[in-house]
């Protein structure tokens, strides 16, 4: 697609819910990156991929959160049980290799996770 | 990872210059600076990247001194819809790899007033 598509746009779920949060990114875009954005801060980073392999996990806050893409393509972010302090805008992003330096990294409007 | 400084806030009236400045006193020497605006609702859009001296394109300009320890954000004749939050990032950008990770800071929120 034009660009990089995340549903759903809106998320409620109730505290100990499990949520799924999908990315499709540009075709064709072999990083991808998810961040999640507390209201009224920057995007703080969780996970990279490179294809399918997620080679780093570094920014996920617990072991309730997963995030898999199994064909290199579309993405999936996973929270278990969730909790209040999750509730955040869950941003993705996408780019080339090698056209990082032109155009950075394309974003996602994101999914705004509300826990209640 | 180089930590930036920018200022929380500032206003501006439409038609002015509006000139962003981050500090970046920590930057290495494979960093680029990175400029991203986001508006309300939406993921941050890349505005513009560049390493030393000056860089234009046709939505703003970068001017980097020659010890990269800051940056300037250049908006000519700003309007109503440049109002936004202007995030400067640095770091080593992966060129080959794009394996960067993007770290943000709170950002600049630019209030153009009519």
């Known amino acids: 697609g034009a660009g990089v598509s995340q549903s759903p746009r809106y998320k409620v779920a109730k505290r100990g819910q499990d949520v799924a949060l999908r990315c499709d990114p540009i075709s064709g875009h072999v990083s991808l990156f998810w961040y999640q954005q507390a209201l009224g801060q920057g995007p703080e980073f969780l996970t990279y991929?490179?294809?399918?392999?997620?080679?780093?996990k570094s920014g996920l806050p617990s072991d309730r959160f997963f995030a898999e893409r199994p064909e290199g393509s579309v993405s999936t972010l996973k929270i278990q049980r969730t909790q209040q302090e999750d509730s955040a805008v869950y941003l993705c992003?996408?780019?080339?290799?090698?056209?990082?330096?032109?155009?950075?990294?394309?974003f996602g409007s994101g999914t705004r996770l509300t826990v209640v | 990872l180089a930590k930036t400084t920018q200022p929380i806030s500032m206003d501006s009236y439409e038609g002015q210059e509006v000139n962003i400045t981050c500090s970046h006193n920590n930057i290495a020497t494979n960093d680029y600076i990175t400029w991203y605006q986001q508006f309300p609702s939406q993921g941050p859009r890349f505005i513009i990247q560049?390493?030393?001296t000056k860089v234009t394109n046709e939505v703003a300009s970068l001017f980097i001194p020659a010890d990269r320890k800051s940056s300037t954000l250049s908006l000519p004749r700003v309007s109503l819809s440049d109002t936004a939050v202007y995030y400067c990032?640095?770091?080593?950008?992966?060129?080959?790899?794009?394996?960067?990770?993007?770290?943000f800071g709170t950002g600049t929120r630019l209030k153009v007033l009519a």
């Open positions: 560049g390493y030393k």
């Open positions: 991929f490179q294809n399918e392999a997620q080679l780093d």
């Open positions: 990032l640095v770091g080593d950008i992966g060129r080959t790899s794009g394996t960067y990770k993007y770290i």
């Open positions: 992003a996408s780019s080339l290799v090698g056209t990082v330096q032109l155009y950075g990294y394309t």
